[in-house]
């Protein structure tokens, strides 16, 4: 017997499923951000064996090649099939070297609020990178997508994230206690918030 697409009297819908995307190319003065692909595992598994980003992402920690080939192949594809994890990777214009990721993550359930993410190869900080990548995805998230909202957070004392977050302007909001997993430890987070009227014109 077929599965009805429509629920049935009765039932509940359930919450909205985000739609299926195809990967979105941004275009910056100096950046291109494109989604992942296999050609750039190993210059993932190199950036992301920096502690900084093993301290305040989520990425694990031993950082192995097979870490970056989940992430280009299972992690980056099927967020961006299923419309809920839209992961880029961030590229220097000039010279087509990997200077980061950037992503937007789908609050569970709602397809108008998402949480922004980012890191920086750590031979390309200091640029003023991040602030731009970010700009141009925060923007692709609130006037293509039509979020309501957006997130930023930060485990507490993360004061580059929270530099970058203000510098595109995220509006800090406060701290919450035992938030963020990583690795299994929940640590208090920083949250701030961009909103659609927050945008420069
Ligand atoms: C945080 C991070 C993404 C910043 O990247 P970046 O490319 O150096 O950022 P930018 O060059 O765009 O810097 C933007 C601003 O933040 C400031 N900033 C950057 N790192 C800083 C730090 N550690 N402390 C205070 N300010 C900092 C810069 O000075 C700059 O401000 P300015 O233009 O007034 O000088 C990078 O350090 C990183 O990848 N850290 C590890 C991973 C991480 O923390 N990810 C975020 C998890 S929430």
């Not at 609130?142 to 997130?151: C, I, K, P, V, Y």
Request: hydrophobic share 40%; with cysteine.
């Amino acid at each position: 017997m077929e599965e009805s697409p429509e629920p049935r009297t009765g039932e509940q819908a359930g919450p909205p499923a985000a739609p299926v995307r195809e990967p979105v190319v941004l275009t910056t003065e100096r950046l291109v951000l494109r989604a992942p692909r296999e050609s750039d595992i190993d210059a993932i598994d190199a950036a992301c064996q920096d502690p900084e980003i093993q301290r305040w992402t989520v990425v694990p920690s031993p950082y192995r090649r097979s870490d970056a080939e989940y992430f280009v192949t299972d992690l980056a594809r099927n967020g961006w099939r299923t419309g809920e994890n839209l992961v880029w990777c961030v590229f220097e214009r000039e010279s087509g070297a990997l200077v980061g990721t950037q992503g937007l993550a789908l609050r569970a359930g709602r397809t108008d609020t998402a949480e922004i993410g980012w890191w920086a190869a750590k031979e390309f900080r200091g640029r003023g990178y991040t602030v731009e990548a970010a700009t141009a995805v925060a923007r692709y998230g609130l006037a293509e997508l039509g979020l309501r909202r957006l997130e930023w957070l930060a485990y507490v004392g993360n004061d580059g994230s929270r530099a970058v977050a203000s510098k595109v302007g995220f509006r800090f909001e406060g701290t919450l206690r035992a938030y963020a997993e990583q690795r299994g430890r929940f640590h208090d987070a920083w949250i701030a918030s961009l909103l659609p009227g927050d945008l420069a014109d």
